[in-house]
């Protein structure tokens, strides 16, 4: 019956059109669930809450004796598909007289990083991590190019 | 004594008359009245776009403009000097004298529209007999202005812009005109001041049963049309067709308070039935807050109608009016008439 569908379409566009703006006025009655940032003000008092999996900046954590857990493997480097990470090699000279791979310099170029987490997966060891930190400004470019391995630091014990 | 507006207006009109002859004194209130009604659109330009800004942020979980003044009320402001400060542009290859004077026509219109127009009891500025009709003859006039602004512009999309609008604007003027009808029918008058004057008991939506009801959603969706917004705004007549953002705002206060006289009793208060206390209380609240009130009532509910529809295509809106509004508002117009010679509505 063409008249009963024609009517029952109405309806159903009622129905429709009236759910959607429940739900919009529901949101404008409850100004508790806005989900905007103010960003400046809420760093100043301690509001700024970032989701622990935002990605902002690759780190190489040291423990208190100075000491990180990067074998020097260049997973990462082969992994970032942009090169922003380079690894520098040497060898240290172990207590039994053999020579291992270690680290000289963990060159990481943040202008170039796209937080992919790509190095932080292909890692073995756990040595680097991504950060919350996203404040990167600077005057000038070469402060971007970061060591992130501190100086003096060696590789702790036990890691292959 | 309670507040009248009618009182302020009575004496300046006799002051004005006992120190002038009357036709200065005539000229004197005509430019009063001007001036009256531009500030009231600039300061209706002011107002609606804040209020929109903030409606539209708070329906999204946002927060909307909040840097300028206290919560952001000075926007506008700032955003008005910005736009005092622009460059007027004309583009080479148009027609330049109706290409600058069509965003006047859209806004004349407006303007002139709001001639009818009761903001309180005795407050209007003219009370003419045909009230009704006049308002919806000269809100016809701004597809003109559009047609205007998309043929001068001298450009193949500003002119397919300007005849979707004017094919928009033309068709969801039946409808708009088919309910303002019923209304009419009701208080069997075109005179605003007669129709106010009938919903002295009881505002047309309460008493009118189901024709009003109907009518009042099909006016607000036609106005929603007529007025080129969202989910009816595919012709997006400020960035094509060179009519000014104020143009819009005009044009959605004056089809809101029509709106608001015919179906929510313009400045009448909220009155059940006849001389109860409940009234006598509503009365003290002066009429313009009433009419302001709902104006502003039924602009929230076109603007909360733009933030939650997605928008509709040309065929999908045409399709709209054709094949549903009209026939549904002819048959709506025949069950009101049916009430009416009744006498069934309250």
């Known amino acids: 019956m063409f008249i009963v569908d024609y009517i029952k379409e109405v309806f159903g566009a009622i129905k429709s059109l009236g759910t959607?703006?429940?739900?919009?006025?529901?949101?404008?009655?409850?100004?508790?669930?806005?989900?905007?940032?103010?960003?400046?003000?809420?760093?100043?008092?301690?509001?700024?809450?970032?989701?622990?999996?935002f990605r902002g900046e690759v780190v190489m954590p040291h423990d208190e004796n100075n000491e990180h857990a990067c074998?020097?493997?260049?997973?990462?480097?082969?992994?970032?598909?942009?090169?922003?990470?380079?690894?520098?090699t040497k060898f240290d000279i172990t207590p039994?007289?053999?020579?291992?791979?270690?680290?000289?310099?963990?060159?990481?170029?943040?202008?170039?990083?796209?937080?992919?987490?790509?190095?932080?997966?292909?890692?073995?060891?756990?040595?680097?991590i991504m950060t919350n930190d996203f404040e990167h400004s600077v005057y000038d470019r070469n402060e971007l190019t970061k060591i992130l391995n501190k100086p003096g630091s060696k590789i702790r014990d036990g890691i292959e | 004594m309670k507040f009248s507006l009618e009182y302020i207006t009575k004496s300046v009109d006799g002051w004005l008359n006992a120190t002038f002859n009357p036709t200065i004194a005539f000229l004197i209130e005509s430019v009063i009245v001007m001036v009256l009604v531009i500030a009231l659109f600039a300061f209706l330009g002011l107002v609606l776009v804040i209020m929109e800004r903030k409606v539209a942020a708070f329906m999204q979980i946002r927060l909307g403009p909040n840097r300028v003044g206290p919560k952001g009320m000075f926007q506008t402001v700032a955003d008005t000097l910005k736009l005092i400060v622009k460059e007027g542009f004309t583009p080479n290859n148009v027609d330049k004298f109706l290409f600058n004077l069509a965003p006047f026509i859209v806004m004349i219109t407006a303007m002139v529209a709001m001639a009818p127009l009761p903001f309180a009891n005795?407050?209007?500025?003219?009370?003419?007999?045909?009230?009704?009709?006049?308002?919806?003859?000269?809100?016809?006039?701004?597809?003109?202005?559009?047609?205007?602004?998309?043929?001068?512009?001298?450009?193949?999309?500003?002119l397919l812009g300007a005849m979707r609008s004017g094919a928009q604007i033309v068709s969801y003027e039946l409808s708009a005109g088919l309910s303002i009808l019923v209304i009419v029918m009701l208080s069997s008058s075109l005179r605003i001041s007669d129709i106010v004057a009938a919903q002295a008991d009881g505002w047309w939506i309460f008493k009118g049963h189901i024709p009003v009801l109907?009518?009042?959603?099909i006016f607000i969706i036609a106005a929603t049309a007529e007025t080129n917004r969202a989910p009816f705004d595919m012709a997006e007549a400020e960035s094509e067709l060179t009519l000014f953002f104020l143009?819009?705002?005009?044009?959605?206060?004056?089809?809101?308070?029509?709106?608001?006289?015919?179906?929510?009793?313009?400045?009448?208060?909220?009155?059940?039935?006849?001389?109860t206390a409940f009234n006598t209380v509503m009365d003290y609240i002066p009429g313009i807050v009433w009419f302001f009130g709902k104006t502003f009532l039924l602009?929230?509910?076109?603007?909360?109608?733009?933030?939650?529809?997605?928008?509709?295509?040309?065929?999908?809106?045409?399709?709209?009016?054709?094949k549903y509004l009209l026939p549904i508002c002819?048959?709506?117009?025949?069950?009101a008439t049916i009430i009416a010679i009744a006498g069934w509505h309250f």
Not at chain 1, 21 to 47: A, C, D, S
Not at chain 2, 124 to 152: E, H, K, P, R
Not at chain 2, 304 to 320: A, M
């Open chain 2, 330 to 335: 002819l048959v709506n117009l025949l069950l």
């Open chain 2, 299 to 322: 602009i929230f509910i076109i603007m909360w109608f733009r933030w939650t529809f997605p928008r509709l295509r040309i065929d999908q809106l045409l399709n709209l009016e054709w």
């Open chain 1, 20 to 53: 959607g703006m429940r739900r919009t006025f529901w949101y404008f009655v409850h100004p508790k669930e806005i989900i905007t940032e103010q960003y400046p003000e809420n760093k100043e008092n301690g509001q700024l809450i970032l989701a622990e999996r």
């Open chain 2, 247 to 275: 143009a819009e705002y005009a044009n959605i206060f004056i089809v809101c308070a029509v709106g608001a006289t015919l179906f929510l009793g313009g400045w009448m208060p909220l009155h059940f039935g006849t001389g």
């Open chain 2, 122 to 158: 005795g407050f209007q500025i003219w009370d003419v007999n045909i009230g009704i009709l006049f308002i919806t003859a000269i809100t016809s006039v701004s597809v003109i202005g559009i047609l205007m602004a998309g043929w001068s512009s001298n450009n193949k999309y500003s």
């Open chain 1, 96 to 128: 039994e007289g053999k020579k291992k791979k270690a680290i000289d310099q963990f060159v990481y170029r943040l202008e170039m990083c796209t937080m992919c987490n790509l190095c932080v997966e292909a890692c073995p060891s756990d040595a680097i």
């Open chain 2, 214 to 217: 109907i009518s009042f959603v």
């Open chain 1, 71 to 88: 074998t020097g493997c260049t997973a990462c480097e082969l992994a970032c598909p942009n090169g922003t990470i380079k690894i520098v």
